[in-house]
């Protein structure tokens, strides 16, 4: 877009006489509780974290308060934030040329030296194209010059970074703790010497963890496969390894405490990182290996300190699987001896599922008690959930539901998936028969009061996970699961949500798809595809038609089985785990194979082997790898 | 023990784009820094006990708010304590001018306020003479017909003055006006300013403070 405006000043100005024309006018103007703003022309490296979504979506990303609080402790850099404006304000800042701006001094995009964007999600990938031209910034890494900020992509998706290639001048792969002080540096170095565009990514290309990929290139198939993906420069590796901390740092106690309502307006402290389940349809338990805890004390100051600078009546203890937190107990007592005296909620999320977790949040309750209680089963029959290695056995999930009923909990959700490999339309709507079973025991306990919700996804084969070798079920049989689950749910009077099978479809396209995938997304947005992830705002027809302007076909991205053999595109980003280690536990998976709890026993996934120096620098308790003797590969 | 406190504060810049609801959360969470016990209401959800006196809109500043806290302590609290903690933990958009204890059976403050002042200032330019002119024009008028929220009412009889800031610094000219704020009876500066014909949306609204009727 044509930017006409440039100066903060003038910037402010316009937003006075234009705010009250929009919905919440408070997601542009930043100035919250423990914002952060640093003298502009005294700092050398500036900046910019965007969650690419409104203000509401990405003031609680705890990657971004990571990183906010990690870049804004150095005296050579600050960090400012932005979010994608909503649509009323989208019309208004174009129609002015005003350029989106950091939210602490309003200095337009485009005069930051450094742009990170977090993409936990594929969704928000024709976000980033919007916010680059509401920046004013060139969308092709190819076209930037010295002078335009050097564009970073971090987050869950960029596992697999291929869609957003051309986008994108360098990825960060893994956990950006430490990798984004080496990037400063490197960038410092950079500025002070003058070099060029190419100097900086050539430069940045000694950092392990970055991935540039204007420095590889790839072939294919005439079939559309991938043949290889060559770096195009000796210091470019064959391989991108993700980063990891060998060590926890301490969790940021300073978030930013937004006025107005947002997603989750709470403290959050990750009280551990990585899963040892081994889920085979989880992305994030294959790519957050290993497991790390922080210890109780830790986790009890953390909490002190963040209460103290925030005020929050909310405090979320995250990671993937509470339940796994080898002191729960000793912490949730703790927490709830606090919780008692401060009028705290204290939110425990992803409990397995047994009586034990109702204990545990029995003990949390308080003085105020959320009215929900939320399990995620995830499969319905022994088989299916034999094939998912999540091994929860309806007797246990009757006994859970019966505990959650009688300590006085009346509604509970259970999230469900449909569209796991082999599925049939009975194990389908075997979901019915449990859901009922769950709700029976529900209205013996506490009679009509008794409520049950059911979220029903649709899977969608991941990057990185065994799974990743297997279609995604056709929009008909989506649709044929649905109507047989509902079918079955008739009068028993639970709710379901699922998901639209057109969005499971963008979901799959943009995680599996290769660099070929980046023009679709550019077309998409060139017809006015934006905020995908927002149901009444995607629009599977301009897809379709970007698919057909890219000449490619969707079905080759979601509907085809892979060849045991293919090469993916997204094999030189390495999560740690081994490629020979999905295959296995993806065989496993068609044998019903169950391969329990990996702290009891180590299958070799390849995380010991790859980050083992790493290991020996942090030797004790918080890795939960077992002990394993180690033999280097040749 | 259970005490009652009044506090006067300005709302400012960083609060100017936060509602009156949202204003709700900020002050519990101000009041919890401050290790100030706010008193909670008793049932199912607790909620805070915390009552502003006339909500301030969306996107305007005030320099005189009043909101009244129900604090439980062990040992009583002197209103110099409550405005130093409130002081040492600073929240953005909040600056108080004044706190003091008041009794615990004193009537609501909803009930008490009965109009407030207003300083507008146009962000657009406009004549003096001509605006003079037109205020002139509607405080003439017998009854002024609007709508709002899809619902007609006489906004003339809540305008209780009007006028043009004729001293006033800065080069942004500034009305003044007094509307009434009673229960179910408010009259809103910018309905006022479209009333005059101009923007009702380029211009920032101050409420110099509120008034009160000294309880019978």
């Excluded at chain 1, 129609?95 to 200095?107: N, S």
């Excluded at chain 1, 105020?368 to 939320?374: A, G, K």
Aim: proline share 7%; charged share 25%.
């Amino acid at each position: 877009m044509d930017i006409r405006v440039t100066h903060p000043q003038e910037i402010e100005t316009w937003l006075e006489r234009n705010l009250m024309r929009v919905q919440k006018p408070g997601r542009y103007v930043g100035g919250e509780l423990n914002q952060v703003v640093k003298d502009w022309s005294s700092i050398p490296i500036k900046v910019a974290l965007v969650f690419p979504d409104i203000y509401e979506i990405g003031v609680p990303n705890l990657a971004l308060t990571i990183l906010y609080e990690a870049i804004n402790q150095r005296p050579d850099a600050l960090a400012e934030r932005a979010y994608l404006p909503w649509t009323d304000m989208e019309d208004l800042m174009r129609a002015a040329g005003i350029p989106i701006y950091g939210l602490e001094t309003k200095h337009p995009l485009g005069q930051f030296d450094i742009i990170g964007i977090t993409l936990p999600y594929e969704t928000l990938y024709t976000n980033v194209l919007n916010l680059l031209d509401l920046a004013g910034i060139p969308l092709l890494s190819a076209e930037r010059r010295a002078d335009h900020p050097l564009i970073i992509a971090g987050g869950h998706a960029t596992f697999n970074p291929e869609p957003m290639a051309p986008f994108i001048d360098a990825f960060v792969i893994g956990e950006g703790e430490e990798v984004i002080h080496e990037l400063l540096d490197t960038y410092k170095a950079w500025k002070f010497r003058s070099g060029n565009r190419e100097d900086l990514l050539l430069s940045l290309l000694g950092i392990p963890g970055v991935y540039i990929p204007r420095f590889y290139v790839p072939h294919y198939h005439a079939d559309g496969t991938l043949q290889s993906i060559q770096p195009t420069t000796e210091t470019a590796p064959a391989i991108v390894h993700k980063r990891i901390v060998g060590r926890l740092p301490a969790p940021p106690t300073r978030p930013i405490v937004p006025a107005i309502d947002v997603v989750h307006n709470r403290i959050a402290i990750e009280i551990m990182r990585g899963c040892t389940r081994g889920c085979r349809f989880c992305h994030a338990g294959m790519v957050t290996r290993p497991v790390r805890e922080r210890s109780v004390e830790e986790i009890l100051n953390s909490i002190r300190q963040a209460l103290q600078n925030t005020g929050y009546e909310e405090v979320a203890l995250l990671s993937l699987s509470s339940s796994d937190y080898s002191q729960i107990t000793h912490l949730v007592e703790r927490v709830s001896q606090e919780a008692t005296q401060q009028h705290l909620v204290v939110s425990l999320p992803s409990l397995r599922i047994e009586t034990v977790s109702v204990e545990l949040m029995d003990r949390l309750k308080g003085k105020r008690q959320s009215r929900s209680f939320t399990l995620a089963p995830e499969a319905a029959t022994d088989r299916m959930r034999a094939v998912i290695n999540k091994p929860i056995e309806t007797h246990q999930l009757l006994e859970t539901a019966r505990a959650i009923y009688q300590h006085g909990w009346t509604k509970i959700k259970l999230y469900f998936m449909i569209g796991h490999p082999t599925e049939t339309l009975d194990d389908v709507r075997a979901i019915a028969e449990v859901s009922r079973q769950v709700l029976a025991e529900g209205r013996r306990m506490v009679g009509h009061r008794a409520s049950l919700h059911l979220g029903v996804s649709t899977f969608v084969p991941k990057p990185h996970t065994p799974f990743q070798w297997l279609p995604c079920d056709t929009p008909e049989l989506i649709q044929i699961k649905q109507r047989a689950l509902l079918e079955a749910l008739r009068g028993s009077g639970i709710k379901i949500n699922w998901t639209d099978p057109q969005e499971t479809l963008l979901e799959a396209w943009l995680s599996r798809g290769d660099r070929r995938m980046a023009e679709v997304i550019y077309y998409a947005w060139k017809l006015g595809a934006k905020f995908d992830a927002w149901h009444d705002y995607f629009d599977y027809e301009k897809w379709m038609i970007a698919f057909q302007m890219a000449n490619l076909d969707p079905a080759f991205y979601t509907h085809r089985q892979r060849d045991l053999e293919e090469i993916f595109p997204w094999d030189h980003i390495n999560p740690g785990v081994r490629k020979a280690y999905l295959k296995q536990e993806y065989l496993n998976s068609l044998q019903g194979i169950l391969r329990p709890d990996c702290r009891q026993q180590c299958y070799a996934c390849g995380i010991l082997p790859t980050y083992k120096e790493l290991r020996r620098r942090y030797p004790g308790q918080h890795w939960k790898c077992p002990e394993v003797t180690v033999h280097a590969r040749t | 023990m259970l005490q009652r406190f009044r506090i006067d504060y300005a709302k400012t810049q960083p609060l100017r784009y936060v509602s009156s609801l949202d204003l709700q959360k900020v002050w519990e969470r101000y009041l919890r820094r401050a290790g100030l016990p706010l008193a909670y209401s008793h049932g199912f959800s607790p909620q805070p006990r915390l009552q502003q006196a006339h909500p301030l809109p969306l996107g305007y500043l005030g320099a005189h708010e009043l909101v009244d806290v129900w604090l439980e302590s062990a040992a009583e609290l002197l209103s110099a304590e409550v405005q130093k903690r409130l002081l040492i933990t600073p929240q953005p958009g909040i600056e108080i001018n004044h706190v003091e204890s008041i009794p615990l059976e004193a009537p609501s403050l909803a009930k008490q306020v009965v109009a407030a002042d207003y300083t507008v200032w146009l962000l657009d330019p406009a004549d003096p003479s001509d605006l003079t002119e037109r205020i002139a024009r509607l405080l003439n008028t017998p009854s002024l017909t609007r709508e709002r929220r899809g619902k007609t009412y006489d906004l003339r009889p809540l305008i209780e003055s009007l006028a043009l800031l004729t001293d006033h610094p800065g080069n942004l000219l500034a009305l003044q006006m007094r509307l009434a704020a009673r229960e179910g009876a408010s009259g809103r500066p910018e309905e006022v300013i479209a009333a005059l014909g101009l923007d009702p949306f380029a211009v920032r609204i101050l409420r110099t403070r509120l008034l009160i009727e000294p309880s019978s």
